[in-house]
């Protein structure tokens, strides 16, 4: 394969008093305390091992860009000839900042200079466990997804994101077409196809897609397909840009990633057997995750009834086994 793929991953140190006395400003909320907001500790503080993970099972990866209000970790190193540090205003328009609104910020990923056609979208809770290959994410120049479609249940307000999403898709592509190998195909996975055949007919008789399983993996992308999308549906892109929080009235990056499903533009794969999500909970067997199968693993920080700072100690302590040797990007 020749193309360059390059990875983004998004970076937030939520301790830095400017970019909290900031957020306050915009917020409403009191300075004094917005600075001493336990949001403000509640830090994963193990973004150096997603750097190793990446050196050691992506080193064909093209070029990293490190997307941040402008802060970065003091122990990385910025002159990395891999490493490209994006602050928001060098690629977000300027009436839209600032903003601490992670739509604004990813749907305008397409606007960053260098970054290359084919890039895969991480978090920074996303690892990777194992040894990838570049066709493990872009294969025939195409996005390696998995193709599920699922109806969107009623039942919670960030439903109202997904509802939001599968609207711009079917809005943006007129000429749909439910019935192709792809989507059909058993390398979604079986349980995906049975879904698929079964939803098929109420896709056929409403000429409408009913929406898509979204996996909280990382997410591979051409970037011309924001561009594409946001030509036909450029008030759904504004209104989730110009929100200086994020509201449950507008769409996210995950409506490009419907888009390149219902148009064709994905290479079917399994991502049940490549990835896993894996919230932090109390007594988690971290290490024993971390030796499992998957070649991704996203640990999640969803929940509230957790003792944080112990299973933080523990996911750290799991995380220096895997990854004790430091990457060329630490200081």
Request: some cysteine; overall charge neutral; charged content about 25%.
């Amino acid at each position: 394969m020749t193309e360059k793929i390059d990875f983004v991953v998004t970076y937030l140190d939520s301790t830095d008093e400017d970019w909290i006395k900031q957020k306050a400003q915009y917020s409403g909320e009191s300075i004094e305390k917005a600075l001493n907001s336990e949001a403000r500790f509640r830090n994963m503080d193990n973004f150096q091992y997603w750097f190793r993970a990446v050196e050691k099972y992506a080193p064909w990866v093209n070029k990293i860009h490190l997307v941040t209000w402008g802060h970065v970790p003091d122990w990385l190193d910025t002159n990395h000839p891999k490493l490209n540090v994006v602050r928001h205003d060098e690629f977000i328009p300027n009436e839209l900042l600032p903003t601490f609104n992670s739509r604004t910020i990813e749907l305008n990923f397409d606007k960053i200079d260098s970054l290359s056609e084919f890039f895969v979208n991480f978090n920074d809770d996303m690892f990777l466990n194992a040894e990838v290959k570049s066709e493990d994410f872009i294969k025939n120049g195409l996005p390696v997804l998995q193709y599920l479609t699922m109806p969107i249940p009623a039942d919670s307000k960030y439903n109202i994101v997904q509802f939001n999403n599968n609207y711009s898709v079917n809005k943006a592509i007129r000429d749909k077409k439910f019935i192709t190998r792809k989507k059909l195909s058993l390398k979604n996975g079986f349980f995906a196809f049975l879904i698929n055949l079964w939803l098929l007919p109420v896709q056929l008789y409403t000429k409408r897609y009913v929406g898509f399983f979204q996996d909280h993996l990382a997410q591979p992308m051409l970037k011309s397909s924001f561009k594409e999308l946001r030509k036909v549906v450029s008030d759904e892109f504004d209104n989730a840009s110009r929100s200086k929080f994020r509201s449950p009235n507008t769409i996210n990056i995950w409506t490009v990633l419907d888009y390149q499903r219902a148009e064709d533009k994905f290479y079917p794969h399994n991502s049940f057997k490549f990835g896993k999500v894996v919230p932090l909970e109390n007594n988690k067997k971290y290490e024993e995750i971390l030796n499992s199968k998957y070649k991704l693993i996203c640990f999640n920080d969803g929940s509230a009834e957790i003792n944080f700072t112990n299973e933080r100690d523990h996911l750290l302590e799991a995380l220096d086994k895997k990854f004790p040797e430091k990457s060329s990007f630490e200081l």
